[in-house]
C-alpha cells in the first residue's frame, strides 16, 4: 500500500465522531477525578454553598414555638483554571507511526485501529497531567501543566484541617495509617464512605507491609496475584486508595469520599476537542480546551499526613 496523508485522514475522521467519549476519557480519566465528588456545569469561580445544621432537642411536654439548634451557610469556592492544548504531528513522522503501526497490527501485536490507540494515548496523557494537578497544583508554579488551579496539597496548606500527623523518616506506612485513622474526626464517618489517599509508592510499602503482617493473605499457590486497587485498613471500614497525583509528596489524605470535589463544565459550553490536517503547514494539528478544578467542602473533616 503507498504511503501518503489520506492513509492517516481516518485519525481526524475519528475525533470528529468521538470528539465528546475523547473529551471524557482526558478530562475525566484521572484516577482522581474518578472518586472525587464530581461537580458538572462549573464554567468559573463557583460557590459550593454548603449548609451545616446543629439540631437541638426541645421539650417535648410543653406548648408553644420555642426556637433552638443552628444552622450555618458557609461558602467554599471552587475556583477551576481554563486549560488549553495546542500541539502539531508532522505528517512525515506520523505517516512513519502509522507504518509502523500496520506492520505491528499484522504481527497480532496491536488489535485496535491506529487513530484510536493514537488518540487513546493522547487522552491518557492528559488524564495523567490532571491526576498530578488535582493534588499538586499551584497558581504560582513555574510548572505550566501545574499553574492552572490550585491542587489539594495548596488549597489545605491554606485552611484549618481536622488534623494533621507527622512521622518520622523511618516510620512504617502502617503506623502512619494508624495515626491518620485515629485522628479522623467521628462525623466524617457519618457523612459516608471513608477514605484515605496515599501515592502509589507509598501503596506499594504498605500492601508489602501488610502482607508481611499477616493482614493480607495471597492465596498459596496462586501466580501472578496483582496489586489490589484498595484495600480496607484492617479491622475498619476506611479504605484505602493509591493516587498518582500524591506519588513523592509524601502525604496523605483522609476524609469522607464526597468532601473532595473535582469541578468541570462537561457540558458542552467550555469544551473543544479538535484535530485537523493544515494543508499549508503540512502537518496535523490538535486542539484541545477545557475547564477543570478541585476544592475541599469542609477541611475540618480532613486529616493531613506529612513527613515531619
Known amino acids: 500500500m503507498a504511503i501518503n496523508v489520506t492513509n492517516v485522514t481516518a485519525l481526524s475522521t475519528y475525533v470528529d465522531e468521538q470528539r465528546l467519549p475523547l473529551m471524557r476519557s482526558a478530562v475525566l480519566g484521572a ?18 454553598n454548603l449548609l451545616q445544621t446543629n439540631v437541638e432537642f426541645g421539650d417535648g411536654t410543653t406548648c408553644g414555638w420555642n426556637e433552638a439548634g443552628t444552622s450555618t451557610l458557609s461558602q467554599r469556592v471552587l475556583t477551576p483554571g481554563a486549560i488549553k492544548i495546542n500541539m502539531s504531528f508532522c505528517d512525515k513522522q506520523l505517516l512513519k507511526t502509522w507504518a509502523n503501526y500496520e506492520v ?148 496523605m489524605f483522609a476524609s469522607y469520599r464526597d468532601n473532595f470535589v473535582y469541578g468541570v463544565d462537561m457540558t458542552g459550553d467550555e469544551e473543544k476537542y479538535d484535530m485537523w490536517y493544515s494543508q499549508d503547514n503540512r502537518e496535523f494539528r490538535l486542539a484541545v480546551e477545557f475547564i477543570a478544578g478541585v476544592q475541599i467542602a469542609y477541611p475540618d473533616m480532613v486529616v493531613e499526613a506529612k513527613q515531619a
Open 31 to 48: 484516577r482522581s477525578a474518578y472518586h472525587f465528588n464530581l461537580q458538572t456545569g462549573i464554567k468559573g469561580a463557583t460557590a459550593l
Open 104 to 251: 505491528r497490527v499484522a504481527a497480532g501485536q496491536k488489535t485496535l485501529p491506529f487513530e484510536e490507540d493514537f488518540m487513546k494515548g493522547v487522552g491518557e496523557d492528559v488524564a495523567a497531567k490532571l491526576e498530578k494537578a488535582i493534588w499538586q497544583g499551584d497558581t504560582a508554579s513555574e510548572d505550566a501543566n501545574l499553574n492552572k488551579f490550585d491542587g489539594i496539597i495548596k488549597i489545605a496548606s491554606g485552611a484549618t484541617l481536622g488534623a494533621t500527623v507527622t512521622y518520622a523518616t523511618g516510620d512504617t506506612v502502617s503506623a502512619t495509617v494508624a495515626k491518620v485513622y485515629d485522628a479522623i474526626p467521628a462525623e466524617a464517618f457519618n457523612k459516608g464512605e471513608v477514605v484515605l489517599y496515599m501515592g502509589a509508592d507509598k501503596y506499594r510499602k504498605y500492601i508489602q507491609e501488610l502482607i508481611a503482617n499477616g493482614n493480607l493473605v495471597i492465596t498459596t499457590g496462586v501466580q501472578d496475584v496483582a496489586m489490589p486497587d484498595s484495600v480496607l485498613i484492617p479491622g475498619t471500614d476506611v479504605r484505602v486508595i493509591y493516587v498518582n497525583g500524591l506519588n513523592g509528596t509524601g502525604k
